[in-house]
């Protein structure tokens, strides 16, 4: 308050994405860990790479699907290596990300692929047949790609790359539409700019006093703003690293935790609720680095804030926000007493 206004220092995502990925600070540093139990999948990625592969892929979308700054470029994908690959080097270029839950009906992911006139669609290889199915009825879709472990190709539709000079990028540029659920009606298209990612990142970093030595985990779902926002940009923003999971298991969180480092997790309070069902011994883990949960995203119970608490020796960062502001609007205080951190909580 009475200072001059917050300013970032870059013009362009594609500025911030470089004095990241190019600092000579984090050249041996991990960004992305990522973990399919399922599949006993694990890959690892340092931020020199990490910039590497999404710069690799920016090239394919700009010369292969013919994309340009301002386009739409909708995900059919869910928690994966390449999904955050997809994000970023959008972003890079300018893109508009429309992220499209894979569990979505038919008719609604037709639905949010019209409304949103997507240019382009990446899809997980499961998913190609059902979405071409749609393809009479997008008149703006001119792209398929499929996604694979081993990287993209387009499937159908291949437009020439443009020639045109796109307009100078900016961080006001419109950065991801994120569709609500459409209890009360169809769903609406929250637009995001590149700027309210950046500054919704740089507030949580600052407000839990995150940096270069936090590691988060992402157990939530990155087709919805808590776990892109929170668990991947604010780690790269503060040059830190995030551990992806393909789901949430109970199984696996504490062994996770402890084996990854992990500094914090966002959840919502079903997920707390599951590890209370599970009521593993932490007691053998190593978790002296873990400070706590940040949780939000839905109704959270004094009973069940209160039981986990007193059951796990880690704090609950209870926050508010919706997806017109990013992702958290506001948290907890940090610094409150025991006993008022319970009250409030």
Same mark, same amino acid.
């Given at each position: 308050?009475?200072? =001059?206004?917050?300013?970032?220092?870059?013009?362009?995502?594609?500025?911030?994405?470089?004095?990241?990925?190019?600092?000579?600070?984090?050249?041996?540093?991990?960004? %992305?860990?990522?973990?399919?139990?399922? +599949?006993?999948?694990?890959?690892?990625? $340092?931020?020199?790479?990490?910039?590497?592969?999404?710069?690799?892929?920016?090239?394919?979308? #700009?010369?292969?699907?013919?994309?340009?700054?301002?386009?739409?470029?909708?995900?059919?994908?869910?928690?994966?290596?390449?999904?955050?690959?997809?994000?970023?080097?959008?972003?890079?270029?300018?893109?508009?990300?429309?992220?499209?839950?894979?569990?979505?009906?038919?008719?609604?992911?037709?639905?949010? %692929?019209?409304?949103?006139?997507?240019?382009?669609?990446?899809?997980?290889?499961?998913?190609?047949?059902?979405?071409?199915?749609?393809?009479?009825?997008?008149?703006?879709?001119?792209?398929?790609?499929?996604?694979?472990?081993?990287?993209?190709?387009?499937?159908?539709?291949?437009?020439?790359?443009?020639?045109?000079? *796109?307009?100078?990028?900016?961080?006001?540029?419109?950065?991801?539409?994120?569709?609500?659920?459409?209890?009360?009606?169809?769903?609406?298209?929250?637009?995001?700019?590149?700027?309210? %990612?950046?500054?919704?990142?740089?507030?949580?970093?600052?407000?839990?006093?995150?940096?270069?030595?936090?590691?988060?985990?992402?157990?939530?779902?990155?087709?919805?703003?808590?776990?892109?926002?929170?668990?991947?940009?604010?780690?790269?923003?503060?040059?830190?690293?995030?551990?992806?999971?393909?789901?949430?298991?109970?199984?696996?969180?504490?062994? #996770?935790?402890?084996?990854?480092?992990?500094?914090?997790?966002?959840?919502?309070?079903?997920?707390?609720?599951?590890?209370?069902?599970?009521?593993?011994?932490?007691?053998?883990?190593? %978790?002296?680095?873990?400070?706590?949960?940040?949780?939000?995203?839905?109704?959270?119970?004094?009973?069940?804030?209160?039981?986990?608490?007193?059951?796990?020796?880690? =704090?609950? #960062?209870?926050?508010?926000?919706? *997806?017109?502001? $990013?992702?958290?609007?506001?948290?907890?205080?940090?610094?409150?007493? =025991?006993?008022?951190? +319970?009250?409030?909580?």
């Amino acid at each position: 308050m009475g200072g =001059p206004p917050f300013a970032f220092p870059w013009s362009t995502f594609a500025e911030f994405f470089r004095t990241r990925v190019e600092d000579p600070g984090v050249r041996d540093k991990v960004f %992305l860990i990522y973990h399919d139990d399922d +599949r006993k999948v694990c890959r690892t990625y $340092t931020y020199p790479e990490f910039g590497a592969q999404v710069l690799k892929l920016s090239l394919f979308l #700009r010369e292969r699907c013919g994309l340009t700054r301002g386009d739409h470029l909708a995900t059919v994908l869910f928690n994966h290596d390449q999904t955050v690959m997809v994000y970023f080097a959008a972003w890079v270029l300018g893109l508009v990300v429309v992220p499209i839950n894979v569990a979505e009906t038919t008719e609604k992911k037709r639905y949010i %692929l019209e409304h949103s006139e997507a240019k382009v669609v990446c899809c997980w290889h499961e998913y190609v047949e059902e979405l071409e199915s749609l393809r009479n009825d997008l008149p703006s879709l001119q792209s398929i790609v499929q996604v694979t472990d081993e990287g993209f190709s387009v499937i159908q539709g291949a437009p020439s790359p443009s020639t045109s000079l *796109s307009p100078c990028a900016s961080l006001h540029d419109h950065a991801l539409i994120v569709y609500t659920s459409g209890t009360t009606g169809p769903p609406k298209g929250v637009i995001l700019t590149a700027y309210n %990612l950046l500054i919704d990142a740089e507030a949580i970093a600052h407000w839990h006093g995150f940096g270069m030595d936090d590691r988060l985990m992402c157990v939530l779902p990155i087709h919805h703003v808590n776990g892109t926002v929170v668990t991947l940009i604010t780690p790269f923003y503060c040059q830190g690293s995030t551990v992806l999971n393909r789901k949430f298991k109970t199984a696996t969180f504490w062994s #996770r935790v402890h084996a990854e480092g992990v500094t914090c997790v966002s959840v919502v309070p079903t997920l707390l609720e599951y590890l209370l069902e599970d009521n593993e011994d932490v007691s053998t883990y190593k %978790l002296d680095r873990f400070g706590g949960f940040i949780c939000g995203a839905g109704p959270l119970l004094v009973d069940t804030a209160a039981r986990f608490e007193d059951r796990f020796p880690f =704090p609950i #960062r209870h926050g508010y926000g919706l *997806s017109e502001t $990013t992702c958290y609007s506001c948290f907890l205080p940090n610094d409150l007493s =025991p006993r008022h951190h +319970r009250h409030w909580l």
